[in-house]
Every structure is written in C-alpha cells, then in structure tokens.
C-alpha cells in the first residue's frame, strides 16, 4: 500500500485526484440519511391513533372541537396516521430521486440505484422491515454493503480457522 494511505487517508491512485477537496465531497449520503429518516418518521406517524386539529382563528378551545371527525370553517382535524401516510408515501420517490440525482453526478452507480430503488419499493409494499434493516446497513455501516459483506466473511473465515463452524445462514443448521 502506499503511505499517502496511512498519513492523510488519501487513497486514490492519483494525486491530483483530490485538488480542491470541495468538489469531491458528495451531497447523495448526506441527503439519503435525511430521506431515510424522514420515511422512517413518516412510517411511525402512520401507527399513532388520534387527530391534530389547526384552525384559521385565534382564541378557539381545541378541545371542544376533538369530537368533530372533519372540524368546521374554523378548524380543520386530521389523523396522525393519515399525515404520516403521505409523508412514508413521499420518501419512496423523494429517495429515488436523490439516486438520480446521484446517477447523473456520478456519485450513484446504476446497478446501485436500481437496487435501491428496488429495496424501497419492496420495503414499502411488501416489507418495511427488510427496507428499513437494508437502508440501515447501506448507510450507516461504514463502507456499506461492500464492507459488511467483506467483514461476514472475514469472520466466517476466523472462525473456522479456530475450529468454529461456519454458519452460512445466520438461523443455525
């Protein structure tokens, strides 16, 4: 390896790659953890029961209003649940966007945004728990599923040099 690595955590195989440190940094990561995040607040919301209610005068008394399944003129009721709704609904295309946008900046593979978008589909169709289990990895394990695939194995390989056996599916055979 070289020792630029070591010393300044500088990695790429040229060192004019890295001149001006402001146009490497990418805005993708930093935007997906907010996408992921706000489809996870929105996933929460929608399993509160309750209304909120907002209303268009001053010195109204809520509270006698909470009865009232679609308010009056003067204040408007919705269900938590319904708000949380359009806000997991939106992070979907919200995150496919931003991997778009990723794609054409060349921060974002295609392969990868394809998988991406195919989790999220999948997470919120089908399974939000296996969406939320793959995001997770994919943004917050440092180096993502390339590392912590790398690091599976790795382990695997210890154990069974100790004498361990290795177990391929995680559920014990």
Same mark, same amino acid.
């Given at each position: 390896?070289?020792?630029?690595?070591?010393?300044?955590?500088?990695?790429?195989?040229?060192?004019?790659?890295?001149?001006?440190?402001?146009?490497?940094?990418?805005?993708?990561?930093?935007?997906?953890?907010?996408?992921?995040?706000?489809?996870?607040?929105? *996933?929460?919301?929608?399993?509160?029961?309750?209304?909120?209610?907002?209303?268009?005068?001053?010195?109204?008394?809520?509270?006698?209003?909470?009865?009232?399944?679609?308010?009056?003129?003067?204040?408007?009721?919705?269900?938590?649940?319904?708000?949380?709704? *359009?806000?997991?609904?939106?992070?979907?295309?919200?995150?496919?966007?931003?991997?778009?946008?990723? *794609?054409?900046?060349?921060?974002?593979?295609?392969?990868?945004?394809?998988?991406?978008?195919?989790?999220?589909?999948?997470?919120?169709?089908?399974?939000?728990?296996?969406?939320?289990?793959?995001?997770?990895?994919?943004?917050?394990?440092?180096?993502?599923?390339?590392?912590?695939?790398?690091?599976?194995?790795?382990?695997?390989?210890?154990?069974?040099?100790?004498?361990?056996?290795?177990?391929?599916?995680?559920?014990?055979?």
């Amino acid at each position: 390896m070289d020792s630029r690595c070591f010393e300044a955590m500088d990695c790429s195989p040229d060192p004019s790659a890295n001149a001006g440190a402001d146009k490497n940094v990418s805005t993708v990561g930093p935007a997906s953890e907010s996408a992921f995040w706000y489809g996870l607040g929105g *996933v929460g919301l929608e399993r509160i029961p309750g209304q909120v209610s907002f209303t268009n005068s001053k010195g109204i008394f809520l509270n006698h209003y909470a009865n009232w399944p679609q308010g009056n003129g003067a204040v408007r009721t919705y269900t938590i649940g319904n708000i949380g709704k *359009v806000i997991s609904r939106s992070a979907v295309p919200l995150a496919i966007g931003i991997d778009a946008i990723g *794609v054409m900046t060349g921060d974002v593979s295609y392969g990868k945004a394809a998988t991406n978008a195919g989790f999220a589909a999948y997470g919120y169709y089908a399974n939000p728990f296996l969406g939320t289990a793959y995001f997770s990895i994919d943004l917050f394990y440092p180096g993502g599923w390339p590392q912590a695939l790398s690091d599976r194995q790795a382990i695997l390989l210890e154990n069974s040099a100790l004498g361990f056996p290795a177990r391929t599916s995680g559920w014990g055979e």
